[in-house]
């Protein structure tokens, strides 16, 4: 067996139940602690694997490139302050190059930005929630011709995943900093105080996925076919 | 003993006609410097290329390379990597991490060294490079120059045997690019290491030179040393020839015999052996002055800077351009000069002083200054490419592109990708681009950079015809040749001003550092002699008067 | 920022101090150690930002401020009823609960934000070189890409306004469609561009043969030191904390251990930092001085 499914089983099988019962006997509030661990029992099988494959030189600067346009996407739309392009490029880097790459480029952009925009008990969480982006996107999309592929598709495709999938892990992070009780009002109480801004990302991805999902995944295509890559 | 064995060796891409690489034999000596020259499309980079085993391309290809008497395919890739230095044309793609130092330590990271060993290497290639000062500095940070330096001086720290560079200096300035190639010639003269290099500007590297090859249509037509591969181009009449320094062709070209110069000092005692110190016919007659009665462009006084409390970049600008003429300006680097376009076109907003085009401020032109009006080649043709093919490119701009696809001589381009071209056609694509705007005044920021002689005599033919059509055209520069040659006035900017403006005869034959190869070495004895064809025509004049 | 005297020292020794710091801020809910924690936390933050903090820190206070009001909305747990909200009881306990969870955000914010200006991205990518070669390569190559991107996306934007093509006063959606043209523009530049990057790193023997890892951070006798006196105080936390010293219970009844010899072991850890940078100070006083 290889290393890396190794390490997903031990990590869901063994690691991510004994975190969990932990958290039952610690006193205290341990839970944030238990839920980061869990988390990153989740990205470590990913990124072991990634580890394993040893990439050759073209992925690696493929997917950097893939990472450092998300993060670098934001600061290009300056002039419109809320714009966030970032989650379109995850998921048109899931759907040209694959769900592990997807999750890969999502995880990276995500730590990387915070690099510049500070790192924080939501990093994780954001690592998480964008890496799951792509993850879908490459689950869905890659190599597959059952779903449609026209922009309309993919801008929806992407607002649905945005509102229901990503901004949901992002607010559960701020339900476990900020509420003493986990009743299901408490929770509810949170996740729709962040309902209008959680609509403006989705809304952003849609528009970026209808402008540049055709170009993008097109140039994508050209370098992974002009150059041989993912063979 | 060879040190590089090419026997037989040719080449061909999946799927073309015609082999890029036909029957190469060659024999490298350890320590050797090599010129390798020929035009865009002669198989320079795929042969270079073929030196080393990971960046050989596929197709198909037979004959053999040996490296130390074994076949290059069998010399380990760890040892090629350390070995063969290769260092290519972009000097803002290659760094691969951020930091100076980790740049440096990139390669020994890769073949498996110790930090203690990496520690030493680097070190040291820090002080022969001079890097030290900015070891820890971001990648990002440093200038064309120094990123080039950097990517040689990350090659360098592996110890290679064999240093492969491909027009290492087509992105940088004059300047850096002296520098480098001062710095290679360093590394080839007290290292040994064998040194093979393509370059456009080969007055700066053939004295160097042990041997230039030159390749045409992926054949050998020259291997020699420089001045006898000059007198075999000049021979056969090759297309070639017109690379090669001034000098050499200024002495060919006036029908002189024997020994030929090779560098400006060569050149200049060979003309002063071969004519009077003060000769008959000291100068041309003057050509008949540009003259038009309008103002294309009125530059007043501006001032800019950044922001608020950095340095100014403009100190005072003003400029003043006739409309229909080609006026170039020349300076240094980080004397504001691309800035100065930037104002212009309104990128940057002087904070002073006001910018005319065509008599109304371009303030008042509200959206309409790039209708018609103004338009800008930038310096990276690149930043103009947004789709799959050329013409879907230009269509952007407008539909109607017939015209000036002529013009441009790129109609056989429309269906590449525009990435697919060479940098010569990029920058005719990308010129096409703009001038489907219908600009009246054409601000260029250094078209010919990167261009080999050939391209850019199909650019100045392109300027020619967009002059003759009635287009202003003002282009910032660092090519004293290209500007002598083709512009009607030269202005000098310096410190943020533009200094003088006078026409290329008056402005290169009054300087005595910034003006070309023709007037350093003809300047003793003509007067405003600036181009090659200038000397030549002196000479053969005072040749007559003599006899 | 001036220049600080804990960032000097070994990454491991930053990574090590902030993850312990992090850990005990998450994990200890006693008010004094909280208040402790807060004090501590502050106070480094303080000397690395310099005035900037203040500003930073007074939204912070504002944010436990949000948390705690909110809290016994949700909490109703608690015997001292202060009033009733929308019929639901609105209690002291769960008040003071709430201010502790505020608190311990806060903390780690501040912690967080001292890390982000310790642990620069080539001090993170160094330390985890080792354990994840491909991932750090990856990421030193993102932070490599991101400067590099944005000036091509400049000049990219430079260049189409000087084709009539953006500009600074356009309707939204022209900025949008703008927008989207120079990103399209930048993705072609920078996927050709990662060709030749991809052949420079070939070339330069990435793939031929096990990756090491340079570390230009050399562990020093400090270092050690350091991370020597780190772990003593750790232990004795831990012990205490074990022990019951830093248990607290906020809901249905307010109770907390008493005070003992472990806080201030915790406070010695938590300023382990602060020491380090003013100690730095003052010698650089002194040797300047000297001067």
Known sequence: ?231 | MPHIHIQDLSFSYPNAEAPVLQNISLTIHQGEYIALCGQSGSGKTTLLRHLKSVLTPHGVRTGSIHLDDTPLENVPAITQASKIGYVMQNPQEQPVTAKVWHELSFGLENIGCDTATIRTRVAEMACYFGIADWFHKDVSTLSGGQMQLLNLASIMAMQPDILILDEPTSQLDPLAASDFLNTVRKINLELGTTVIITEHRLEDILPSADRVLVLDQGRISALDTPKAVGALLWEKNSPMFSAMPTPMQVFYRAGATGQCPLTVREGRSWLGSSIPKTPPVSYLPAPKPFDSAATALEVKDIWFRYSRDSQDILRGASLSVPAGCIHAIVGGNGAGKSTFLKAICGSCKPYRGKVAVFGTNTKAYKGNLFQNCLAMLPQDPRSLFVKDTVLEDLQEVSKDTAQVCETCQITHLLDRHPYDLSGGEQQRAALAKVLLTKPRLLLLDEPTKGMDCFFKQTFAEVLCKLKQQGVTILMVSHDVEFCAKYADFVSMFFDGQVLTTHTPASFFGGNSFYTTAANRMSRAFFQNAVTADDVVALYQKNREAAQ | MHSDGFSKYHPLTNFLFFLGAILFGVLFQHPAYLLAGMLCAGIYYVLLQGRKALKAIAGMLLLLLIVALINPIFNTQGSHILFRLFGRPYTLEALVYGFAVGSILVITLLWFGCYNQIMTEDKFTVLFGNLAPSLSLLLVMVFRLIPNLLSRARQINDARRAIGKGGDDLPLKEKITQGMAVLTALTGWALEGSIVTADSMRSRGYGAAKRTCFQIYQMGFGDYLVILAAVLAAIVTIIGAVTGATDATYTPLLWSAPVSFFLPVYCIYLLIPTFIHVKEVLQCRIFISRI
């Open chain 1, 1 to 231: 067996m290889k290393k890396s499914t190794i390490a997903t089983l031990i990590s869901l099988f063994v690691l991510i139940p004994a975190t969990l019962l932990l958290s039952r006997i610690l006193p205290g509030r341990v839970h944030y602690l238990t839920s980061t661990l869990v988390i990153v029992y989740i990205l470590i099988p990913f990124f072991l694997s990634f580890e394993g494959k040893k990439p050759s030189a073209r992925v690696l600067v493929l997917i950097a490139v893939l990472c450092a346009l998300a993060v670098a996407s934001r600061a290009i739309f300056a002039m419109l302050p809320n714009f966030k392009p970032i989650y379109g490029i995850i998921i048109i880097a899931g759907i040209a190059l694959g769900a592990q790459a997807g999750f890969l480029v999502g995880a990276v952009s995500a730590f990387a930005s915070n690099f510049l925009f500070g790192q924080g008990p939501w990093t994780p969480w954001q690592m998480l929630a964008y890496g799951t982006c792509g993850l879908l996107a490459g689950l869905l999309y890659f190599r597959k011709d059952k779903l449609p592929r026209d922009p309309v598709s993919l801008g929806l495709f992407g607002f649905i995943s945005v509102l229901f999938v990503v901004c949901p892990l992002l607010d559960t992070s701020t339900v476990l900093t900020t509420l003493t009780v986990f009743t299901p009002t408490a929770i509810l109480g949170i996740y729709t105080t962040a309902i209008l801004t959680n609509l403006i990302q989705a809304g952003c991805t849609l528009v970026t996925l209808l402008a540049i999902s055709k170009p993008m995944l097109r140039k994508i295509d050209r370098i992974i076919t002009k150059y041989g890559l993912l063979e």
